[in-house]
């Protein structure tokens, strides 16, 4: 028997590769001769990158940046000849960011524009950045002074590229910037479609858990839409650029690139369709499937790009009341591990041991035939 275990990570609580290997020891457990394929994946939120690497060999890099307090520190990015990916998180993500510390408005993500940089200078022709989970609300304009765009308030005093100074910018220069050449392919890997401002945009949707004070939530936004209106009006019309505080804006309107589906990229870079072949069974998860995870998210992504036939079995944190009836989405039945009631904290900590123990039901279910 052939399964292919292709979850996405388990937010705050396991990467993608050990949810899969939870999962590959449960059956093993249960059905001695099973044949394992590990495929960890991600749709763009934080964990992606890192889900992508070992499939396809990567070699990780470090260079130097400039931080999210505007210090110099060591960002990752993982490479193979003329393909690289990166993940904003590795900089600016919320989990980096110590609690006191959590004001959006004030994170800096310069560095991603000056990684961008550094990777053209090296060669790569096709970038692929993670943008999911971040502490930043600049609304993009990190990215910009990475690239070498300045800011002034009306005195001519030079501004911090962060969403602080969106209240402030009157003038803007691009004299030292450094433009992207035409043949430099950069590729978003976004998990939402969200747009940059209103209701359903970056600050309205996501201020919130980056720490930023609701009754600060329409002059940000306001503030976002007022610059990107005189910059880049298009920008604001577009389906994705909410992702990261407004990072995917960034990217592009300052270094035109191209917003993809996450999850359906991520399994074009595995080459996900040759390896499912001759499957018998095919394992999705995620840490809590809901109603959103039918929006593009990692689970029903790898569900869909299963062949017809090849059942599709979620082994999830938990499920929400709010999922259609199974079977949906080829998803033919899906399991939460939650084996008792207690605090959520701990069913974090437990959440490899409770994986292994659902695999093993459900392999010993199988085994019955």
Do not use: W
């Amino acid at each position: 028997m052939k399964i292919v275990i292709a979850p996405d990570s388990f937010k705050e609580s396991l990467p993608a590769n050990q949810v899969a290997e939870a999962i590959k020891r449960g059956f093993e457990r249960a059905i001695p001769n099973v044949e394992c394929l590990l495929l960890p994946v991600g749709d763009g939120g934080e964990g992606t990158v890192d889900a992508i690497k070992s499939s396809l060999g990567l070699e990780e890099k470090t260079v130097q940046v400039t931080g999210p307090f505007g210090d110099e520190v060591l960002m990752s990015y993982f490479q193979k000849r003329e393909l690289a990916l990166f993940e904003v998180a590795n900089l600016v993500g919320l989990a980096k960011i110590p609690f006191e510390k959590r004001n959006p408005l004030e994170i800096q993500t310069k560095g991603i524009g000056q990684l961008i940089l550094h990777l053209i200078e090296q060669g790569i022709k096709d970038i692929y950045v993670g943008v999911g989970g971040t502490a930043s609300n600049d609304g993009g304009i990190g990215i910009a002074s990475g690239l070498g765009y300045q800011f002034y308030d009306k005195n001519g005093i030079d501004l911090k590229a962060c969403g602080q100074s969106l209240f402030e910018i009157s003038e803007i220069l691009d004299s030292r910037v450094r433009h992207i050449p035409d043949d430099i392919q950069i590729k978003i890997l976004a998990d939402v479609t969200n747009p940059l401002c209103g209701p359903h945009g970056a600050t309205f949707t996501f201020g919130k858990q980056k720490g930023l004070d609701p009754s600060k939530f329409q002059k940000v936004d306001a503030a976002i839409k007022n610059f990107y209106s005189k910059v880049a009006p298009e920008i604001l019309k577009l389906d994705g650029v909410g992702a990261g505080g407004g990072i995917a804006a960034g990217l592009c309107a300052f270094a035109g690139a191209e917003i993809v589906s996450g999850i359906q990229t991520c399994l074009d870079l595995i080459n996900f369709d040759q390896k499912v072949v001759n499957a018998d069974l095919v394992i999705v998860g995620e840490g809590r499937l809901d109603s959103q995870s039918l929006a593009g998210k990692a689970p029903i992504g790898v569900a869909k790009r299963t062949p017809r036939g090849v059942p599709v079995l979620a082994i999830c944190g938990s499920l929400s009341e709010d999922l259609p009836p199974l079977p949906f989405e080829n998803i033919v039945a899906a399991f939460s591990i939650l084996e008792k009631s207690e605090p959520l904290a701990d069913s974090l900590k437990k959440a490899a041991v409770y994986l292994e123990n659902t695999a093993a039901s459900i392999a010993r279910i199988m085994s019955l035939r």
